[in-house]
Structure formats: C-alpha cells, structure tokens
C-alpha cells in the first residue's frame, strides 16, 4: 500500500531531502539560493551555466523534494529556499567539506575557491 506525503516513514522523507541534494548543480542552485533572496530563472541559469531545460529538471527536483518553492509573477518564475535552514544545512556540510578535504592538501585549494556561503 503506497503513503502519502503524511503518512511516509520519516526516514523516507529524509532520504528524499537527501536526494533532492544529490547532484552537484542542485547544490549549487541552493547555494545561490541561500544569499536569502528570490532569484529568477534566468539569474539561475546565469549562475550555474545550465541549458534552460537541464535547469528546469533539476529545479523540479528541488521542488518535489520540498527544498524550494517557485512564484510566477507575469512572464517571470522567481525562486526561493523552501525553508531557511536548507541555508544553514549548506553552511554545516561546507564545515564538514572544508574538515574532510583539509587533510589532503591538493584539494585544499578547491576548498578557497568555492563561492562564499553566508552564514
């Protein structure tokens, strides 16, 4: 017998939020996301370089899984965090990141050069 959305184990919700993260434009979607602000397809598509339908996939991903919510207002979609704390789980699995790759010293740099997360 098939749940619905209140019904499903919460570990299956978790699972979900985790796939809703799991490809590395998605993350970067919600790191653009995480400034706080609406942003508009286009600006989206301005700053992950994505094809517009590669885009409108993974922002429907985003969306099923709940990690954001979209607005149309006239012939634009803006996009937003579905909740505030998606801004912070980035900022924790930045911490996490920046701590596994500190040992090894070639990816250090790939570290300092990632876009600034606000916290």
């Known amino acids: 017998m098939p749940f619905n959305q209140g019904q499903r184990p919460l570990y299956e919700v978790k699972a979900g939020l985790f796939k809703g993260l799991s490809h590395p434009f998605r993350v970067r979607v919600?790191?653009?996301l995480s400034d706080g602000r609406e942003h508009t397809v286009a600006e989206l598509l301005e700053d992950t370089g994505l094809e517009a339908?590669?885009?409108s996939q993974?922002?429907?991903?985003?969306r099923r899984h709940r990690l954001v919510v979209s607005e149309r207002r006239g012939s634009y979609v803006h996009y937003r965090?579905?909740?505030p704390e998606v801004a912070d789980f980035l900022v924790a699995a930045r911490r996490l990141l920046v701590q596994m790759v500190t040992s090894d010293g070639e990816r250090l740099t790939e570290v300092t050069n990632l876009p600034e997360l606000s916290e």
């Open 58 to 62: 993974h922002l429907a991903v985003l």
């Open 81 to 83: 965090l579905a909740w």
């Open 30 to 32: 919600l790191e653009v």
């Open 53 to 55: 339908s590669h885009l």
